[in-house]
């Protein structure tokens, strides 16, 4: 469903939590140069208790990935896990056809009556999978495909189970968009398919289909138009408030010797401006990210699983150029220690971090300096893939001479799209689509090559579909 994305398998047995929560701590620690962003979890448990279930997920979260996982087949208000769980993970129900959410009573096609979509304030989105969506080979026992009404050993692939890899499809083919990629973080995702879901029956976020029905089409109709997404981390926060100490319940807080209790609190307020790298073109869309903060958000009893950390942007705070972050942090009387005392959570008014994301349209010829430090070429084509032409848009460090030309499979360029000397900052080109004769080229893969100085300095692959 995506270029440039491997699918990759994990085993574990089915009923252990264990060798679920072994499978997803594998995942998060795979190599740096081939990293997995994105994990689908098509089956659940009724039961989070387990420690080491929890954190595999909350880790996994906290450094940026994507969790996803069905909601479960029982047609009750109960989503199983890790589904079921509040932050780390995206809980995905099933919709049928019609935009209805899935049950069986609606369809003959699933052999257990009561068989639906589970619900509840937990489930995230909606996504197609309340009827047979594929097939896939079963290895039954013949008294089972008898049982079953099966025949050949094959059966139907649907139910929340084929949802959430529809959602997770959906999250790894923003991943590979060229505008944004290595840029997105799981929230990141999960804000930009939630501000562009199509909103289902009733009106606003419901049970049943969370924020509504996943769109990938206008996620990355959204992304387009040459969008900029910056990640910040602002430090040296600021203290705008202290409160007095004051009795307050914690719940699984890692910072405390038995972690659940009715401790003395004093309570931080946190503060910063944050100036953006580069002006945006209008006001962006901008969030703090669980994922690179050092803070909490103030929550009385402060319930670490379902919260984390996190923190909020000022309302009325974000322009073009800046905005203003708050977060927490609490000093708490820990008598459960063997020598009580005082203890920071998450971390002192120093150590306290907030991170962000702000995405925004692009100012026309303003370099934007990335986060390592100096500007670099930088090539972006946009849509991809593509029907009848595409946007380029590129970026120099320096005055000079720029070439850009499109080029098929087998390296013979189909195309100059653009030749001259341009200015330091982001420039605009087009390609119509067609071949330097002026026929439309045929579907298939491309590259467009971005020549900088007389060197190549990027290529970008370009799917062109069929009109």
């Not at 939630?194 to 992304?223: C, I, K, N, Q």
């Not at 138009?225 to 202290?242: I, K, P, W, Y």
């Amino acid at each position: 469903m995506a270029w440039d994305v491997t699918p990759v398998s994990f085993k574990h047995y089915w009923g252990d939590e264990l060798t679920l929560a072994a499978a997803i701590d594998s995942a998060s620690h795979y190599p740096a140069d081939r990293p997995i962003w994105i994990y689908n979890v098509s089956y659940g448990y009724s039961d989070s208790s387990n420690a080491a279930f929890r954190g595999a997920f909350n880790n996994a979260f906290l450094q940026g990935h994507l969790v996803v996982a069905s909601s479960g087949n029982d047609n009750n208000n109960h989503p199983e896990f890790p589904g079921a769980f509040k932050l780390p993970v995206m809980s995905v129900g099933a919709l049928l056809p019609d935009g209805t959410r899935w049950e069986d009573a609606k369809t003959l096609e699933w052999p257990i009556s009561r068989a639906g979509s589970n619900y509840g304030p937990t489930v995230d989105f909606a996504a197609p999978g309340g009827e047979y969506i594929a097939t896939t080979r079963v290895r039954y026992s013949p008294d089972l495909l008898t049982y079953y009404g099966l025949s050949d050993g094959y059966d139907g692939f649907g139910g929340t189970s084929a949802a959430a890899p529809a959602f997770a499809g959906a999250a790894a083919l923003m991943l590979s968009y060229s505008l944004v990629r290595d840029t997105l973080a799981g929230e990141d995702i999960e804000h930009i398919l939630s501000m562009t879901a199509r909103d289902m029956a009733p009106a606003g976020r419901d049970d049943s289909t969370g924020a509504g029905l996943v769109r990938v089409d206008e996620a990355l109709r959204w992304l387009d138009d040459f969008r900029r997404v910056e990640h910040q981390q602002a430090g040296g926060l600021s203290v705008v408030e202290r409160v007095p100490p004051y009795l307050m319940v914690f719940y699984d807080c890692p910072a405390l010797w038995f972690g659940t209790g009715q401790f003395l609190t004093k309570r931080y307020k946190l503060r910063e401006t944050v100036r953006f790298r580069s002006a945006f073109a209008d006001t962006p869309v901008a969030w703090v990210r669980a994922s690179g903060t050092i803070g909490v958000t103030e929550d009385s009893p402060y319930r670490y699983n379902d919260r984390l950390y996190g923190g909020r942007i000022v309302a009325g705070s974000v322009s073009g150029d800046s905005c203003v972050v708050e977060t927490y942090v609490y000093e708490i009387y820990d008598n459960n220690r063997p020598l009580p005392g005082w203890v920071w959570f998450p971390a002192d008014t120093i150590g306290a971090r907030v991170a962000l994301t702000a995405i925004g349209r692009r100012i026309a010829g303003v370099a934007v300096e990335p986060s390592g430090g100096a500007t670099g070429d930088r090539l972006v084509c946009a849509p991809n893939p593509v029907r009848a032409g595409a946007r380029l848009a590129f970026e120099v460090p320096r005055k000079g001479w720029v070439r850009l030309g499109v080029y098929d499979v087998t390296g013979r360029r189909v195309r100059e799209a653009f030749r001259g000397w341009v200015d330091p900052g982001w420039h605009a080109a087009r390609w119509d689509g067609r071949n330097e004769g002026g026929a439309r080229v045929g579907p298939g893969v491309y590259f467009c090559r971005m020549e900088f100085g007389g060197r190549t300095v990027e290529t970008r692959r370009l799917v062109v579909l069929a009109p």
